[in-house]
């Protein structure tokens, strides 16, 4: 956060992701902040209005903000929200309201569930005084023209689009829909300014020895999958220009130098002419800088994969999932196997490592489905991977499947989340318990490296030993717990990255 407090600021915007409450955090140390924050303190600075961001990333407890609040006193704040975070969010929320605040929550979790912040009580009192769904920068600067009585102001609330709230019953209640913005260009780039980058930079130096800032081309994601959760930006597909993109690229590499960028799209390259013309608009404004993205095996072309090697593309991650097609199928995945195995031996070709997400534990996987996943990691050999045993969020088609056997109830405020690789969403399966599935995903790392050494990976005979007593003890360990009896409630827990 810049600025120390000099000034009373319109509004400030909160990111509540500690780290240091946050154990796979500080054993992974990616931080990035949400671009999300920064598109809407653009927004918002581009008409007019003052802008903090109160960044818990590098802070200790919540006292911080406490003091903060009581010091800068700012009539907003807005606080966006994870699932992951959704506890940080609220009770940085109660210190704002009880500073006198209005409070309002956006992001991922808000919009699916908002309820779970809009009926939430701190001391009798609703936390929450408003929920924007879905995009969020016309929405919340129509907001602050109603608070400030600036632009064109709302006589009510519900006449702002893009809102839920609470009726005089304190029932949540939704405003009509907003159309989603058509033309991205038309957002100025991310205040990165307002947020203290060395200390980012500090902190990525460390833990690797370079560090990453984010990115984002496109919005939403025009594909199906059945666990997939897409709250804010939807099923659409939207994309900045190429050039404007490469601009930004250009202003980031002047401006902050750092060593990678970190593309988030859900997917990178749905528009099959948008790469290539990408690649030319970063190479003629001289915008080069090594980045990793997502796509999918289907989209993976020769064509498109050596746009992205030449624009600077490194790593891509592929959501892999399952080398079952019987279980991509039933994940609506839009996938096949032999375009996994595809897209693998490309990528190995042009240049570019690969990065995969395996899962597990979907319903109607069984034995024969994860040793297909053990054949598809031997084959492709990608160059990391990491593994999820499933996990059904709310809003998805996987919840909705399962949601007669979840083992909590809604309105349980307990069962937040308190870390990110926490997962509390259960629910009852008819077969293999949780502890069958994690030496499943110990067993998928252990074939993984020993697919390496018979690729010819060079290692000394100790850590030979180890990778190869490894996997003939994984194997007889899973292949027992596949056989006993036991719980059939999983404990969920994504994988790092997810």
Known sequence: MKGKGLMRPDITLVHPLFISKDPMEQRL???????????????????????????CTFREDYTEFDAYMQRVKPRVVGITSL????????????????????????????????????????????????????????????????????GNPAEDWRDIPGLRLRDD???VVATAPRPLIADLDTLPFPARDLVDMDAYRRAWKAAHGYWSLSLINTRGCPYACAWCQKAVFGRTYRSRSP??????????KETYAPD????VDDITGVRRTWVPQWRDA?????????FECLTRVNLATEEMLTALKEAGCVKIYFGAESGSQKVLDAMQKGARVEQIERAA?????????????????????????????????????????????????????FYEQVRDRLLFQTDEWHLDWEYTAQNRLLFQRDRYNTRFYRWVVRWFHKEWEDAWL?????????????????????????????????????????????
């Open 243 to 252: 050039e404007n993109s490469a601009e930004e690229m250009r202003l980031i």
């Open 345 to 397: 031996a490309l990528c190995k070709r042009i240049g570019i490592r690969t990065y995969f997400f395996m899962m597990v534990g979907y319903p109607g996987e069984e034995w024969e489905d994860l040793l297909a996943s053990v054949r598809l990691l031997r084959k492709t050999l990608p160059d990391e991977f990491s593994t999820t045993i499933a996990y059904p969020l709310p809003g998805t088609k």
């Open 282 to 290: 970063i190479l003629a404004r001289d915008a080069r800088i090594p």
């Open 454 to 498: 018979s690729a010819g990976k060079r290692v000394d005979w100790r850590e030979r030993l180890k990778i190869k007593v490894g996997v003939w003890a994984m194997r007889l360990m899973v292949r027992l717990l596949a056989h006993l009896p036991g719980a059939t409630t999983i404990r969920f827990q994504p994988a790092p990255g997810r």
């Open 169 to 171: 019953e304190g029932r």
């Open 83 to 150: 699932i992951t975070v959704r506890r940080h969010a609220l009770i940085l929320g109660e210190i704002a309201k009880r500073h006198g605040a209005t409070v309002i929550y956006g992001g991922p979790d808000p919009t699916g569930v908002p309820e779970r912040y809009l009926t939430y009580r701190s001391g009798g009192e609703f936390v929450a005084d408003l929920v924007v769904f879905d995009e969020g920068e016309l929405t919340l600067l129509d907001v602050m023209n109603t608070l400030y009585r600036r």
């Open 29 to 55: 140390m990616t931080p990035y902040f949400p671009l999300g924050l920064m598109y809407l303190a653009a927004v918002l600075r581009q008409h007019g209005y003052t802008v903090e961001m109160f960044d």
């Open 260 to 263: 990678m960028l970190r593309i």
